[in-house]
C-alpha cells in the first residue's frame, strides 16, 4: 500500500477529529462571553471568618471516611459529599442570620450565627448532639434543614445522615437563647431501641425537601437516598454494599421517601410524627440515585411540583396532584422535536443530576428550573440544565402536566450557563436588585495531587452489567484527584443577555471542592449574602459589598402559630407559609417567588421572598397565593410599597410589625 492510499484511507478519521475539536472550542468560546470584567465591577463580596464552637480548631480533622471493606479502594469517591450548609432565622428576630453547617472534616453539625450578625442575634456556636438516640460510627450527618415542623412559630432543625434515618431537633418553648440544650432530638422516623444500639433502616441520605406537599398547611418531607440501605461507613460492615448499575439510567439506588405530617405538639418537650406515604412517587421515578430535590408551585393550586435530580439518570418533574392528607404526585416529561437531543428532554436525559434550584431567570412571572450536571472539558463534558417555562400561563401548564406533558425547553447554552464542571448545588437569587436573577453553582469533586481522569473515562466504556460491583471501579484513593481545582461559578447577566461566570473577577474562585449553597439577607438592608459549604474544606460566608443596590421587596410570609398567640423564647412572628408565591408586577415586567422551605442538594436558603426592584421606588402589584392553616387555597391583590413587610396570611392578608 502507498503512502498516498495509506493517508487517504486517514482522511475521514482526520476530518471527524477536526470537526470535533472545532465544535468543542465553538461551544467552549461560547461561555466566554464578552464584557466579564465590566459586569463584575457592579458586584462586591468580602469572605468574613465564621464562628465555629469554642475550640473547634483542636479537634481531630479527616480528610476521608472510614468504609465497608467493599468500598476501600474508592474511599475518596464515597467521602466525597457531606457538606452543607443553611442560613435562616433560628432566633426568631426577625433576621436570618443564623447557620446550621455539617462540617465533614469532623462529621459535625455546628450552630452558629453569620459574621454580619447583629449583636442580639449572637450566641455561643454549638455542636448538636443527636443523643440520647441511637448513635454510632458508622453515621456522618449530611444536611441540616431548618424548618417549623410543629407550626409553634420556632425554628426546628431537620438533620439527615448516611447510616440512619433523619434527626428532627425540636426547639423547646422554654428556650430563651439558642444553645445545644435549647432543642430535644426526635425521630423522623419511628425506630425503637431496647439496648441503646441503633436497629433501623440505615438510609445514606444526600437530598431533602420540605414542602407543603398536600395542601394541609403542614410541611410535609421528602428525604432522597443515594445507596441503598447499606452499611456504607461501617469498615466491619457487611459486604451489602453496591454501586450504580448504569452511568445512564440506574434505578438500584436508595431511592425517594415521600413523609406526610401527621401530628405534633409544642411546648418544653416538643414531639412531631410523620407517616410514610408508600407510593406517593411512580416506583420508576423513585429508585435512583438522588443527589437533589426542589420544588415551586407551577400551576397556582397552592401545591408545589418537584423536581428530582438523579446521578447516572433521569431526573423527574413530578406533578402535584395531593389533596389534605393524601399525596399524590405523576410524572410528566418533555416532548421532543427531531432536533432535540434525547438528554435534552425533561425527563430523558442520562446526564449526571447534582443541583437543582427554581427561579424566574425569564422575568415572565413564570418559574424556571436550573439543573447542576457534570460538565468537565476534557472529562465528562455533558450540559447543565437550564429548563425555561414555556407554557402560556398557570392554567395551560396544569393542564399540559396533568396530560403528562412537561413544557420546558432546555436552553443553558443559549443563557451561557451550559458549563462550568463538576456541578453540585445550585442557587438563583438578584445580588444587586435588579431584577434579573444570578445563578451560583457549586463544583468540584475529589481533591488530590494524581490526576485520574484516564482512569474514570476508561470506566465510562465498561459494560453497565460489572458497574455495580464496587471492585470493577478504578481506584479513588487519598492523592487521587478528579476536578479538584474547581471553584464556584458565579452567573450574572450581560447587557445583551446571555450569562458571563464572573467569579474570578470577583475573586470568589477559591479552588476547592463545594457542596452546598446558601442564601440570605443577613443584615436586613436588602443586600443578598451567600455562604459555601466546602468538602474537606472549611465554610465560607460572602458578605454583599456591591456598590450600588437598586431597590427591593422582601417579603415575610407567616401563618398563625400552633399556640395561637405570641408565644415565648425562639418564637417569631409565626410558623412559615410554606410554598405561598408572590407575582409582581411593575412597568418593567413580571416576577414570581416563593417562599421556598428547603431544597436542593446540601444547601438551604432563608425564608425571605425576595423581587430585585432596581430603580422603582413607588408600589408595586403583588398577587399573593397561599394555603392557611386548615389548608384553604387563597389569593389576594395587594399594593406593597419597597422594603421589608412581614404579612400574617390566613383568610386575608395582613401586615404586622416587622421584629
Given at each position: 500500500?502507498?503512502?498516498?492510499?495509506?493517508?487517504?484511507?486517514?482522511?475521514?478519521?482526520?476530518?471527524?477529529?477536526?470537526?470535533?475539536?472545532?465544535?468543542?472550542?465553538?461551544?467552549?468560546?461560547?461561555?466566554?462571553?464578552?464584557?466579564?470584567?465590566n459586569?463584575?465591577?457592579?458586584?462586591?463580596?468580602?469572605?468574613?471568618?465564621?464562628?465555629?464552637?469554642?475550640?473547634?480548631?483542636q479537634?481531630?480533622?479527616?480528610?476521608?471516611?472510614?468504609?465497608?471493606?467493599?468500598y476501600?479502594?474508592?474511599?475518596?469517591?464515597?467521602?466525597?459529599?457531606?457538606?452543607?450548609?443553611?442560613?435562616?432565622?433560628?432566633?426568631?428576630?426577625?433576621?436570618?442570620?443564623?447557620?446550621?453547617?455539617?462540617?465533614?472534616?469532623?462529621?459535625?453539625?455546628?450552630?452558629?450565627?453569620?459574621?454580619?450578625?447583629?449583636?442580639?442575634?449572637?450566641?455561643?456556636?454549638?455542636?448538636?448532639?443527636?443523643?440520647?438516640?441511637?448513635?454510632?460510627?458508622?453515621?456522618?450527618?449530611?444536611?441540616?434543614?431548618?424548618?417549623?415542623?410543629?407550626?409553634?412559630?420556632?425554628?426546628?432543625l431537620?438533620?439527615?445522615?448516611?447510616?440512619?434515618?433523619?434527626?428532627?431537633?425540636?426547639a423547646?418553648?422554654?428556650?430563651?437563647t439558642?444553645?445545644?440544650n435549647?432543642?430535644?432530638?426526635?425521630?423522623?422516623?419511628?425506630?425503637?431501641?431496647?439496648?441503646?444500639?441503633?436497629?433501623?433502616?440505615?438510609?445514606?441520605?444526600?437530598?431533602?425537601?420540605?414542602?407543603?406537599?398536600?395542601?394541609?398547611?403542614?410541611?410535609?418531607?421528602?428525604?432522597?437516598?443515594?445507596?441503598?440501605?447499606?452499611?456504607?461507613?461501617?469498615?466491619?460492615?457487611?459486604?451489602?454494599?453496591?454501586?450504580?448499575?448504569?452511568?445512564?439510567?440506574?434505578?438500584?439506588?436508595?431511592?425517594?421517601?415521600?413523609?406526610?405530617?401527621?401530628?405534633?405538639?409544642?411546648?418544653?418537650?416538643?414531639?412531631?410524627?410523620?407517616?410514610?406515604?408508600?407510593?406517593?412517587?411512580?416506583?420508576?421515578?423513585?429508585?435512583?440515585?438522588?443527589?437533589?430535590?426542589?420544588?415551586?408551585?407551577?400551576?397556582?393550586?397552592?401545591?408545589?411540583?418537584?423536581?428530582?435530580?438523579?446521578?447516572?439518570?433521569?431526573?423527574?418533574?413530578?406533578?402535584?396532584?395531593?389533596?389534605?392528607?393524601?399525596?399524590?404526585?405523576?410524572?410528566a416529561?418533555?416532548?421532543?422535536?427531531?432536533?432535540?437531543?434525547?438528554?435534552?428532554?425533561?425527563?430523558?436525559?442520562?446526564?449526571?443530576?447534582?443541583?437543582?434550584?427554581?427561579?424566574?431567570?425569564?422575568?415572565?412571572?413564570?418559574?424556571?428550573?436550573?439543573?447542576?450536571?457534570?460538565?468537565?472539558?476534557?472529562?465528562?463534558?455533558?450540559?447543565?440544565?437550564?429548563?425555561?417555562?414555556k407554557?402560556?400561563?398557570?392554567?395551560?401548564?396544569?393542564?399540559?402536566?396533568?396530560?403528562?406533558?412537561?413544557?420546558?425547553?432546555?436552553?443553558?447554552?443559549?443563557?451561557?450557563?451550559?458549563?462550568?464542571?463538576?456541578?453540585?448545588?445550585?442557587?438563583?437569587?438578584?445580588?444587586?436588585?435588579?431584577?434579573?436573577?444570578?445563578?451560583?453553582?457549586?463544583?468540584?469533586?475529589?481533591?488530590?495531587k494524581?490526576?485520574?481522569?484516564?482512569?474514570?473515562?476508561?470506566?465510562?466504556?465498561?459494560?453497565?452489567?460489572?458497574?455495580?460491583?464496587?471492585?470493577?471501579?478504578?481506584?479513588?484513593?487519598?492523592?487521587?484527584?478528579?476536578?479538584?481545582?474547581?471553584?464556584?461559578?458565579?452567573?450574572?447577566?450581560?447587557?445583551?443577555?446571555?450569562?458571563?461566570?464572573?467569579?474570578?473577577?470577583?475573586?470568589?474562585?477559591?479552588?476547592?471542592?463545594?457542596?452546598?449553597?446558601?442564601?440570605?439577607?443577613?443584615?436586613?438592608?436588602?443586600?443578598?449574602?451567600?455562604?459555601?459549604?466546602?468538602?474537606?474544606?472549611?465554610?465560607?460566608?460572602?458578605?454583599?459589598?456591591?456598590?450600588?443596590?437598586?431597590?427591593?421587596?422582601?417579603?415575610?410570609?407567616?401563618?398563625?402559630?400552633?399556640?395561637g398567640?405570641?408565644?415565648?423564647?425562639?418564637?417569631?412572628?409565626?410558623?412559615?407559609?410554606?410554598?405561598a408565591?408572590?407575582?409582581?408586577?411593575t412597568p418593567?415586567?413580571?416576577?414570581?417567588?416563593?417562599?421556598?422551605?428547603?431544597?436542593?442538594?446540601?444547601?438551604?436558603?432563608?425564608?425571605?421572598?425576595?423581587?430585585?426592584?432596581?430603580?422603582?421606588?413607588?408600589?408595586?402589584?403583588?398577587?399573593?397565593?397561599?394555603?392557611?392553616?386548615?389548608?384553604?387555597?387563597?389569593?389576594?391583590?395587594?399594593?406593597?410599597?419597597?422594603?421589608?413587610?412581614?404579612?400574617?396570611?390566613?383568610?386575608?392578608?395582613?401586615?404586622?410589625?416587622n421584629?
Amino acid at each position: 500500500m502507498t503512502y498516498r492510499e495509506r493517508f487517504r484511507r486517514l482522511v475521514p478519521g482526520l476530518v471527524v477529529i477536526v470537526v470535533a475539536a472545532s465544535l468543542f472550542f465553538a461551544a467552549r468560546s461560547s461561555v466566554a462571553v464578552a464584557g466579564a470584567e465590566n459586569v463584575a465591577k457592579q458586584y462586591g463580596f468580602k469572605e468574613m471568618p465564621i464562628e465555629m464552637p469554642p475550640g473547634y480548631d483542636q479537634r481531630p480533622m479527616k480528610t476521608v471516611r472510614n468504609v465497608n471493606p467493599a468500598y476501600q479502594k474508592i474511599r475518596s469517591w464515597i467521602s466525597s459529599v457531606g457538606a452543607s450548609i443553611a442560613i435562616n432565622d433560628l432566633t426568631g428576630h426577625g433576621v436570618a442570620d443564623s447557620m446550621c453547617i455539617v462540617d465533614t472534616r469532623t462529621d459535625s453539625v455546628v450552630v452558629t450565627y453569620t459574621p454580619t450578625a447583629r449583636p442580639a442575634d449572637r450566641f455561643t456556636p454549638f455542636v448538636l448532639d443527636g443523643r440520647p438516640l441511637p448513635m454510632d460510627d458508622a453515621m456522618a450527618p449530611t444536611g441540616c434543614n431548618p424548618g417549623d415542623f410543629n407550626g409553634d412559630g420556632r425554628m426546628d432543625l431537620l438533620v439527615t445522615y448516611w447510616g440512619r434515618t433523619p434527626i428532627l431537633f425540636m426547639a423547646k418553648s422554654d428556650a430563651t437563647t439558642v444553645a445545644a440544650n435549647s432543642y430535644v432530638p426526635r425521630e423522623l422516623v419511628p425506630s425503637e431501641s431496647l439496648d441503646g444500639k441503633y436497629h433501623g433502616p440505615r438510609w445514606n441520605t444526600d437530598a431533602d425537601y420540605v414542602g407543603d406537599l398536600d395542601g394541609s398547611g403542614h410541611p410535609s418531607i421528602v428525604i432522597g437516598n443515594y445507596f441503598p440501605d447499606s452499611d456504607v461507613l461501617d469498615p466491619n460492615g457487611l459486604k451489602n454494599v453496591v454501586m450504580n448499575d448504569s452511568l445512564s439510567s440506574a434505578k438500584n439506588a436508595g431511592g425517594d421517601h415521600v413523609l406526610r405530617w401527621q401530628q405534633s405538639t409544642s411546648g418544653a418537650e416538643p414531639t412531631v410524627s410523620y407517616v410514610e406515604e408508600k407510593g406517593a412517587i411512580p416506583f420508576d421515578a423513585s429508585t435512583g440515585w438522588t443527589l437533589a430535590i426542589s420544588g415551586a408551585d407551577l400551576t397556582g393550586d397552592g401545591l408545589p411540583e418537584l423536581y428530582i435530580a438523579n446521578d447516572f439518570g433521569h431526573g423527574h418533574l413530578l406533578y402535584n396532584r395531593s389533596t389534605p392528607g393524601h399525596i399524590q404526585l405523576t410524572e410528566a416529561t418533555g416532548e421532543r422535536t427531531p432536533s432535540t437531543p434525547k438528554s435534552f428532554v425533561l425527563g430523558n436525559g442520562s446526564f449526571k443530576g447534582m443541583g437543582v434550584d427554581f427561579g424566574d431567570v425569564g422575568r415572565d412571572g413564570k418559574f424556571d428550573m436550573m439543573v447542576s450536571n457534570i460538565t468537565v472539558a476534557w472529562g465528562l463534558e455533558e450540559s447543565n440544565f437550564l429548563w425555561m417555562n414555556k407554557s402560556k400561563d398557570e392554567a395551560d401548564m396544569r393542564r399540559k402536566l396533568d396530560a403528562g406533558t412537561a413544557p420546558f425547553t432546555q436552553e443553558a447554552q443559549e443563557h451561557g450557563v451550559a458549563w462550568s464542571g463538576w456541578g453540585w448545588d445550585a442557587k438563583m437569587g438578584d445580588f444587586l436588585n435588579t431584577g434579573d436573577l444570578n445563578i451560583l453553582q457549586a463544583t468540584g469533586f475529589v481533591k488530590g495531587k494524581i490526576n485520574r481522569w484516564p482512569w474514570l473515562q476508561e470506566m465510562a466504556m465498561t459494560n453497565d452489567d460489572l458497574l455495580s460491583n464496587p471492585a470493577m471501579w478504578p481506584n479513588v484513593q487519598p492523592g487521587d484527584d478528579i476536578a479538584g481545582d474547581e471553584a464556584i461559578a458565579f452567573y450574572a447577566k450581560t447587557p445583551d443577555g446571555p450569562y458571563v461566570n464572573i467569579s474570578s473577577q470577583l475573586g470568589i474562585d477559591v479552588p476547592t471542592p463545594t457542596r452546598g449553597l446558601a442564601t440570605g439577607d443577613t443584615t436586613g438592608t436588602g443586600r443578598l449574602d451567600f455562604a459555601v459549604a466546602r468538602q474537606w474544606g472549611p465554610p465560607a460566608f460572602y458578605a454583599n459589598t456591591a456598590p450600588s443596590v437598586g431597590s427591593q421587596l422582601n417579603l415575610k410570609l407567616y401563618r398563625p402559630t400552633a399556640e395561637g398567640g405570641a408565644g415565648q423564647g425562639l418564637v417569631n412572628t409565626g410558623a412559615p407559609a410554606y410554598d405561598a408565591t408572590v407575582c409582581v408586577m411593575t412597568p418593567d415586567g413580571n416576577q414570581i417567588a416563593r417562599l421556598d422551605g428547603g431544597g436542593g442538594h446540601g444547601g438551604f436558603r432563608s425564608f425571605d421572598v425576595r423581587f430585585g426592584l432596581g430603580n422603582h421606588q413607588g408600589p408595586v402589584t403583588a398577587v399573593l397565593k397561599w394555603r392557611d392553616a386548615n389548608g384553604g387555597l387563597h389569593e389576594k391583590t395587594e399594593q406593597i410599597t419597597p422594603g421589608t413587610h412581614s404579612l400574617m396570611l390566613t383568610s386575608d392578608v395582613q401586615e404586622v410589625p416587622n421584629r
